[in-house]
């Protein structure tokens, strides 16, 4: 299933049939993609802490280094009168390479709560590393998170390649084909801006 969403509609206040689909994705025991040009990261730190919030621990692996605990703190205190409880029932693993972020996947036991990968394919767009070593590593990081998958929810996030990576898009192709349900984040567009006019 493949589905396009604008991007302005996700980070802190969705509209109720949006968050209906969020958070049946949420907990359903299955595989969920949300990707778009930019990785969706305030879309998921916004839906895990109202998962957080509704009492229910989740897992977060952060794959680019872009947790931001205190976005994560203030919605907590909106969404609640005990934001410290809610930030307890947030267990986060920070991932720097995508050897690290592979075996942290591999190793992890299989549960019932969600799992959320924050910007999974970042570490996996190093250039440094070659493809076919990479797409390897991938393939298997993804036959884990099926496992994973069968037991809680795996919500990922993710963004397409950069300019200088494109070749690296059968990563974001393998993404897409393992996972149940695909959510394109499109970023609204802008209007341009009017020029004045040299002559009326």
């Not at 907590?76 to 005990?82: E, I, K, M, S, Y």
């Not at 999974?120 to 076919?132: A, I, K, M, Q």
């Not at 298997?140 to 884990?144: E, G, K, P, V």
């Given at each position: 299933m493949q589905t396009?969403?604008?991007?302005?509609?996700?980070?802190?206040?969705?509209?109720?049939?949006?968050q209906a689909a969020l958070l049946e994705a949420a907990s359903a025991?299955?595989?969920t993609l949300l990707w778009g040009s930019r990785a969706p990261t305030r879309a998921m730190l916004a839906l895990l802490t109202v998962v957080a919030?509704?009492?229910?621990?989740?897992?977060?692996f952060d794959g680019g280094n872009c947790f931001d605990g205190y976005f994560v703190a203030r919605l907590?205190?909106?969404?609640?009168?005990?934001p410290h409880a809610?930030?307890?029932r947030i267990n986060l693993s920070r991932a720097f390479t995508c050897f690290q972020l592979a075996q942290l996947i591999e190793n992890s036991l299989a549960e019932p709560r969600p799992l959320f990968l924050l910007d999974?394919?970042?570490?996996?767009?190093?250039?440094?590393?070659?493809?076919?070593g990479v797409e390897r590593l991938l393939h298997?990081?993804?036959?884990?998170l099926k496992r994973l998958a069968a037991a809680g929810p795996v919500i990922i996030g993710a963004q397409e390649p950069r300019t200088l990576v494109k070749e690296r898009w059968t990563l974001l192709d393998q993404l897409q084909a393992a996972a149940e349900?695909?959510?394109m984040l499109r970023l609204p567009t802008e209007q341009p801006p009017l020029q004045p006019k040299l002559f009326d």
């Open positions: 396009q969403l604008p991007a302005r509609d996700l980070p802190t206040s969705f509209n109720p049939g949006l025991p299955w595989i919030a509704r009492g229910q621990s989740v897992r977060v907590a205190r909106r969404l609640g009168p005990d809610v930030l307890a999974l394919l970042d570490t996996f767009y190093d250039e440094s590393v070659p493809l076919r298997t990081a993804l036959t884990h349900a695909s959510w």
